[in-house]
């Protein structure tokens, strides 16, 4: 295999890599922001046996939202990174 088509291979994976990142990560987010509109609407019953005790639910609510956010900040990030290699190829 010469090296540009090694080059050209590894530059669909990385943009099927960062696709399915992106993809995933959003997923994730909008699934636990559903799940946190649930809660603040009152309807946190599929959250009794799952949420500790000790913490309550607006601490489980705010936990909730953390990760909500840390995933739409990785699919953003993911997104970039995917427009950057699409637009400039690999350094």
Same mark, same amino acid.
């Given at each position: 295999? &010469?090296r540009e088509?090694?080059?050209?291979?590894?530059?669909? /994976?990385?943009?099927? #890599?960062? &696709? *399915?990142?992106?993809?995933?990560?959003?997923?994730?987010?909008?699934?636990?922001? $559903?799940? #946190? $509109? /649930?809660?603040?609407? =009152?309807?946190?019953?599929?959250?009794?046996?799952?949420?500790? %005790?000790? !913490? =309550?639910?607006?601490?489980?609510? %705010?936990?909730?939202? !953390?990760? +909500?956010?840390?995933?739409?900040? +990785?699919?953003? *990030?993911?997104?970039?990174?995917? =427009? %950057?290699?699409? %637009?400039?190829?690999?350094?």
């Amino acid at each position: 295999m &010469t090296r540009e088509g090694s080059k050209k291979r590894f530059l669909v /994976q990385e943009l099927l #890599w960062n &696709t *399915l990142g992106c993809v995933l990560c959003a997923a994730g987010c909008i699934l636990l922001t $559903w799940d #946190w $509109w /649930q809660m603040r609407s =009152g309807r946190h019953h599929h959250h009794a046996t799952l949420a500790p %005790r000790n !913490i =309550g639910e607006t601490r489980w609510m %705010r936990r909730v939202a !953390i990760v +909500a956010g840390s995933l739409l900040l +990785a699919a953003c *990030l993911f997104l970039l990174t995917l =427009g %950057r290699v699409k %637009r400039a190829g690999l350094n």
